[in-house]
């Protein structure tokens, strides 16, 4: 096995498969090995670019099951056929929500899909984007389009290179909606400052009465939620709302989480049949996969996943290293044994 960069590698050529006239025999995959136990490979049918910013390692490559992909250190963000999914559930809900949003803060989104959702609603007057890595959103704007769409030369926009938390240090402005859309590595010590206590401090300080908050919220299942709960603890540290939802997400070969925080908005009041009023008044027929009976579902969660997210636990803090808190094992109940009968 020869490693050409840091997560590109060739294996075993496959046994050929026919796509249409020609067979497939790609030897080459992207290896997603954020995870410390398994690693998971996208074949790639070419690279579009493979290299390095000042900040992290970049491959940008055409996948056989998902189309266009872009993957950051080793780990995927974006692909091309279920990108819409996940920027329509990210930015959508709390856009909805909101009774007219004008002013939109974006902190991430690098591909620039994330704008091209803010911005489809007319109501927006000024959106900013705020992401660290310039060279990145060049080269997004350069090989991925079709997730931009235009978007990043929207004269409503506003691109900000920097620091998220700096410039929200410094920002005198208020928005009606913001949106986090950073990377999911709260263990890692420059990442983990834009998710602790303080930063959500300084997101609400930026934010206008009746705004929303719209937070990525990394991997998220009954199997995996430490992380997604330890966040959503911190964010109900600084908003008297704050509510998860997820979904599956193909490409990303997880559930992945999302919330909503802010003082007033509670899901369980807000109807698909008003959802799908708004999409209907707002954004017409504009959107691939969200509708007012979908996003009523990703706010559902299994019994398990509602005791996760209940349980204590520490937030995430400046200087505090983010450690999972303690399993309680909790024994089943005895009706619970197999073969169970009812009233026994």
Partial sequence: MATLEPNLMTLPDPPAVTTGDEPVVSSLFCVE??????????????????????????????????????????????????EALYHELLVQPAMLRHPSP???????????????EVLVHESV??????????ELVDLCRQYLETFHMGALDDPRGRLIIGDGRAFLE??????????????????DSQISRLYTV????????????????????LEFSFLDDEAHAAVARTLRAVFTEVHSYRAHIPSFLAGWGFMWASDWARPDEWSAEAID??????????????????????????????????????VLQ?????????????????RAIFPYRRGI
Wanted: glycine share 10%; net charge negative; hydrophobic share 40%.
């Fill in 125 to 134: 007057r000024s959106a900013t984007m705020v992401d660290l890595d310039g």
């Fill in 277 to 314: 009023a708004t999409i209907a008044d707002r954004l017409g027929d504009w959107l691939d996969h969200v509708n007012g009976p979908f996003i009523k579902s990703c706010f559902a969660m299994c019994k398990d996943t509602i005791l996760a997210l209940a349980a204590p636990g520490p």
């Fill in 33 to 82: 090995t954020s995870d410390p136990f398994d690693s998971y490979t996208y074949r790639l049918e070419s690279i579009r670019f493979s290299g390095r910013t000042g900040y992290q390692s970049v491959v940008i490559a055409k996948t056989y099951n998902y189309g266009l992909a872009l993957f950051l250190d080793g780990q995927i963000q974006s692909a091309e056929d279920d």
């Fill in 170 to 187: 410094q920002d005198q402005n208020l928005y009606d909606v913001i949106i986090v859309d950073l990377v999911d590595m709260i263990e």
């Fill in 102 to 116: 004008k002013n939109v803060l974006i902190l991430g989104g690098g591909e620039g899909a994330t704008l091209r």
């Fill in 198 to 217: 303080e930063f959500y401090q300084l997101v609400r300080r930026r934010l206008r009465p009746g705004g929303i908050v719209a937070v990525q919220g």
């Fill in 318 to 334: 400046d200087g505090v290293a983010f450690v999972p808190p303690v399993v309680i094992e909790v024994p089943e109940p005895t």
